[in-house]
């Protein structure tokens, strides 16, 4: 009831559709009514009476009832199908603005391909509960008391006699349709399983072909198709049985009403026309009996697929704005970390305890081992997560005070994995700052060194990338990730290694755009070649969660602590220098084979 109670609420918006839209549902069952009534004066009063001179009369208003009906019957659809639309626009909606204000953390949890299925399978569902089944359910009540009023005014034995059957197949309906709700939400589940996985493997179709892993992918995708089907059999048993029990329970009181009816007739206590007015009735009535049946099933297979679209909308977002948070006007560019702690999981710390200043214009490689907390850090910088303790401030100012949106459009990352949207070159550039010229765009993708191949393409920056930019090489992509931070001129910069796809003349070139860039920025570099963080401001070495060594490429050096361990082993298999010695490469490994986050 309570789910129920929140659909209603959801819909009240759209009370000017679903006025009208009740108001039609709600007539359209008397004018149907108002025939077998016709049909009955007919027979009595014009057939066996003989009176030719009413058959133009009653023919003409049998046929103004049918086409009244005919008009209440397709404008009712059309605004059924409307209103339809808009429940579906406006769920979807929530859904996906909902969806952008969780935390990365939700999606590190959540499978896309079940998020996905709430757009494709539930949402549908859910919208069909008040723009299908309770509109039904409205007209079979109004069908059902007006029909049974009139059969009681025409005849009560033959009314009691037919209102018997609905009564009994009703009752055997409550009782059998309720496991369908539970029954239908495995059903659902099943589904978004389906399309998870169908998603999943579209998306690592290269590796399943490299690792001649179809066969075994056909046979998972398989088993959960076959049980897909087992729980929609069931759901569909169930129907079936309620449907088939109503079509014998509806023969056999046609029946009734004909024998019962003729003996009626026989013995003077009825008239012949009021038998065949009954037996119409009671099929204009059987119907709408049989949606209410239909409508207790209906209502669980919605409320089950409404179930997990609130589920979802009730997440709640990890990283919030305050209340009153402050406006990001003029930013120097300061970022501190005061004894930050994070994890991901509870009591598995990825931080701990992290104290570090990056001063405005300073430039920050950090480094260390996979796992280290590198990406982690800077995730904390863009409020993609806030810390368990401690605190990241700007210019001085806690994150968690500043508005989300100001703050965001002081940052620009260029991650290692660039993604693209199926859009075209120039509207992904774009995405740094939407208002952007042309001019701009060519601009910033000529300091990125991405306009010598971008005006080689037949449409240049109206190119379509293709789907996750399929149609681009990596350093092509990548250079347009780069092309897009530059176009939006933060003050604060993260780069997650940005030349590593590039080959040694465009890494050349670039290093001279990138040093323009960064010029007056902040700027926090996740290096994994230190070749490209010997020139920054100062080193912070990260290892397991924590800062382990700072300063100087030359500094670091002498010390000989990690930062020396991870620099010669990196040089020594370029032969640059000298094998390191076996102790430190020993750590070395040690150091990379933990994994304090991913």
Not at 390 to 395: I, K
Request: net charge positive; aromatic share 6%; glycine share 8%.
């Amino acid at each position: 009831m309570k789910t129920l109670l929140r659909c209603l609420n959801d819909y009240r918006p759209l009370w000017r559709i679903w006025l009208p839209l009740l108001m039609l549902t709600a007539l359209a069952p008397i004018v149907a009514i108002a025939i077998p009534l016709l049909e009955k004066r007919l027979i009595d009063s014009v057939v066996l009476a003989r009176r030719v001179d009413l058959l133009a009369g009653t023919g003409a208003m049998y046929a103004g009832l049918w086409l009244l009906g005919m008009v209440l019957l397709v404008t009712g659809t059309a605004l059924r199908a409307y209103f339809g639309e808009r429940v579906t626009l406006r769920l979807r909606q929530r859904l996906f603005a909902h969806s952008g204000l969780l935390s990365l953390a939700f999606s590190r949890r959540e499978h896309s391909g079940r998020t996905m299925s709430l757009f494709v399978n539930d949402v549908p569902s859910l919208a069909g509960l008040f723009s299908g089944t309770v509109l039904d359910g409205l007209g079979s009540l109004v069908a059902l008391g007006a029909g049974a009023a009139v059969m009681v005014s025409l005849n009560w034995q033959l009314a009691l006699a037919a209102g018997l059957g609905p009564l009994v197949v009703a009752g055997v309906a409550a009782v059998v349709t309720r496991p369908l709700r539970p029954a239908a939400r495995r059903a659902q589940e099943k589904a978004a399983e389906v399309v998870e996985r169908l998603q999943e493997h579209l998306s690592g179709m290269r590796e399943v072909v490299a690792f001649g892993h179809m066969p075994k992918q056909e046979l998972a995708f398989l088993s959960t198709l076959r049980e897909l089907l087992r729980l929609r059999l069931r759901v569909t048993l169930i129907d079936t049985a309620i449907q088939s029990g109503a079509a014998v329970v509806s023969l056999a009181v046609t029946l009734s009403i004909l024998i019962f009816g003729a003996y009626l007739v026989i013995e003077g206590k009825t008239t012949l026309g009021t038998v065949v007015a009954m037996r119409s009735l009671f099929g204009l009535m059987f119907q709408p009996a049989g949606q209410l049946m239909g409508l207790v099933s209906g209502t669980q297979k919605a409320l089950g697929a409404a179930d997990r679209v609130y589920a979802f909308l009730d997440q709640q977002p990890a990283v919030k704005e305050c209340a009153g948070a402050q406006a990001v006007r003029e930013v120097a560019g300061e970022i501190s970390f005061d004894a930050v702690t994070f994890a991901y999981q509870p009591g598995q710390p990825v931080l701990r305890g992290i104290s570090l200043t990056a001063r405005p214009g300073e430039m920050i490689a950090l480094v260390g081992p996979s796992g280290a907390g590198k990406s982690t850090l800077m995730s904390l910088v863009a409020r993609f997560y806030d810390p368990a303790e401690g605190r990241v401030l700007l210019d001085g100012v806690d994150l968690r005070e500043v508005s989300l949106s100001g703050l965001r459009d002081q940052i620009a990352i260029v991650f290692q994995d660039t993604f693209l949207f199926a859009t075209t070159i120039g509207e992904n550039i774009r995405l740094g700052r939407d208002d952007a010229d042309e001019a701009e765009v060519i601009a910033a993708a000529r300091a990125a060194n991405a306009w010598e191949f971008i005006e080689r393409l037949p449409r240049g920056l109206d190119t379509p990338v293709g789907e996750r930019g399929v149609h681009l090489s990596e350093g092509q992509k990548q250079r347009i990730a780069i092309a897009r931070a530059l176009l939006r001129a933060p003050r604060i910069l993260i780069l997650d290694e940005p030349t590593s796809a590039l080959d040694a003349r465009s890494d050349h070139l670039l290093q001279s755009a990138l040093d323009n860039l960064m010029r007056g920025r902040t700027t926090f570099v996740i290096a994994h070649r230190l070749a490209t963080v010997q020139r920054a401001d100062r080193i912070v070495v990260l290892d397991r969660g924590r800062i382990v060594e700072q300063g100087t490429h030359a500094d670091l050096l002498r010390r000989r602590g990690l930062y020396r361990e991870l620099f010669d082993l990196q040089f020594a298999s370029a032969g640059e220098l000298q094998q390191p010695d076996h102790a430190g490469y020993a750590r070395w490994v040690e150091h990379a084979g933990a994994r304090a986050d991913t």
